[in-house]
C-alpha cells in the first residue's frame, strides 16, 4: 500500500489533532530530552511522504521535514516539543496523561506549545489531501526552545542554509491568542538583554557618612538611571522596556555603611535596536558612576519584524484565513518573551507566530479549550490552502 493510501485509510485516525495532541503530552519532554515526541512526528510526517531529516547536539533532538510539491514558494512550520518541568502534586491531574475535562486538555504543553504542532499535523493532513502541485513545505521542530536555544533553532537555521534552503516564510505556533484563538498574532519580538551592575562603595560607621561611599545609596541612583532613559525607536506596538530584577545588599548590620551592591536589570526592545544599541544607550546612562561599577552583559536575543509584503505576505494571508474561520481580524503584536522565530527572520523570511490562547502557558494546570484547539487547526488549514494555492 502507497503512503497516499495508507495514510487515506487512516483518515479517521491521523486527522484527528485533539487524539494528536494528547498523544504528545504523554511524552514527558522537558527541556531538552524529546522522551519520544520528535521519534514519533517523524513517524508520522515520513508516513504522509515527507522527506525526514533527524540530527542531535548536545543532547537535543532536531527535526527537519520537507514536502516538495513542484516549483513555487518555500514555506515552513516551526516549533517545538519541549516543555518546563510540571509539578504533578498541584495538579487536577497528571501533567502527562492529556486528561479533557470541562472542555478543556490539560498537560505540560497543552498551550506551549505541543497544541500548536498537533494542530499544524491536522492542517497537514487537510493540505495532502487538497494535492497541491506546486511550493515547498517544511517542518522545522526542536526539543531545545525552552532552554538556551543554543543548540535547536538555531542549529536548524544553520542547516537549512548551509544547504542552500531559502525560506519565503515561516509560521511559528506559539501560543499568541489573548482570549480565543486568532485574535492575536506576532509579526516580529522584542529583544532581550540582560545585565549585572556590581557597585563598590566604601565601608564605614553609619555615623560618618562623610568617611565612606553608600553602596546601597549609588545602586537606587542607578535604578532611577535606567528608568529614565528615552528609548526613541520605539514604535507603537514594539514598546521598548527596562525593569530593574533585583537590588542586592550583602550587609547584616545596621550601623555600617555597605561597601558593595548588586543591581540587575532586563531590557525588552524594539526591532529599532540591536543589543549594542541597547548597550550603548545603557552605558550613557551610567556614565556619572562609571569609576563606581562594573556592568557584565547575558543573554543577548535580538528582535525581529515582519512588516508585509514580499513572495508570500504571510500578515495579510493570516489575517485572511483568521477572518475566514473566526469572522473577525487578528491584532498584530510583537508583546511577550523571545521565540525561535528570531532564528529564521532575515530580509527574505517572513516570520509570523499564530496560535492559541496563551494565559495558563508555564503555569500549574496549563490547558487549552478544545475549542481553541479546534480553530487553530482550521486557521492552520485555510493558511496552508491559501500559501499553496488549493483550489
Known sequence: MSNAARLTANASNLADELAYLQQLIRFPSVTPNEAGAIAWLDQQLTLRGFSCELFECQGVSNLIAKYEFGPGNVFAFCGHIDVVPAAAERWRCDPFAGDIIDGEIYGRGAADMKGGVAAMLAATDRLLAAKPTQGQF??????????????????????????????DACLVGEPTADLRAGDTIKNGRRGALSARISVKGRAGHVAYPEHTVNAAHIGAQLAVALQQI???????????????????????????????CQLTFNVRYSHGYRSNDVQDMVNQALAPWLNE?????????????????????????????????????????????????????????????????????????????????????????????QVFACS
Not at 506596538?237 to 533585583?246: D, E, F, I, R
Open 138 to 167: 517544511y517542518w522545522l521542530i526542536t526539543s531545545d526552545e525552552e532552554g538556551e536555544a543554543e543548540f535547536g533553532s538555531a542549529d536548524i537555521a544553520k542547516h537549512l542554509q548551509n544547504q542552500g534552503v531559502r525560506l
Open 230 to 260: 528615552h528609548w526613541h525607536k520605539d514604535i507603537e506596538g514594539s514598546k521598548t522596556t527596562l525593569q530593574v530584577t533585583g537590588l542586592h545588599v550583602p550587609n547584616s548590620l545596621d550601623n555600617l555603611v555597605p561597601a558593595q
Open 293 to 385: 561599577i562594573e556592568v557584565s552583559w547575558e543573554r543577548p536575543c535580538e528582535p525581529y519584524y515582519t512588516s508585509g509584503g514580499g513572495d508570500i505576505d504571510l500578515i495579510a494571508v493570516l489575517e485572511s484565513a483568521i477572518h475566514f474561520c473566526t469572522h473577525s481580524y487578528p491584532k498584530l503584536s510583537t508583546s511577550g518573551g523571545t521565540s525561535d522565530g528570531r532564528f529564521f527572520a532575515n530580509e527574505h523570511t517572513q516570520v509570523v507566530e499564530c496560535g492559541v490562547p496563551n494565559h495558563t502557558i508555564h503555569q500549574d494546570n496549563e490547558r487549552v479549550a478544545v475549542a481553541d484547539l479546534n480553530a487553530i487547526t482550521d486557521i492552520y488549514a485555510q493558511t496552508l490552502k
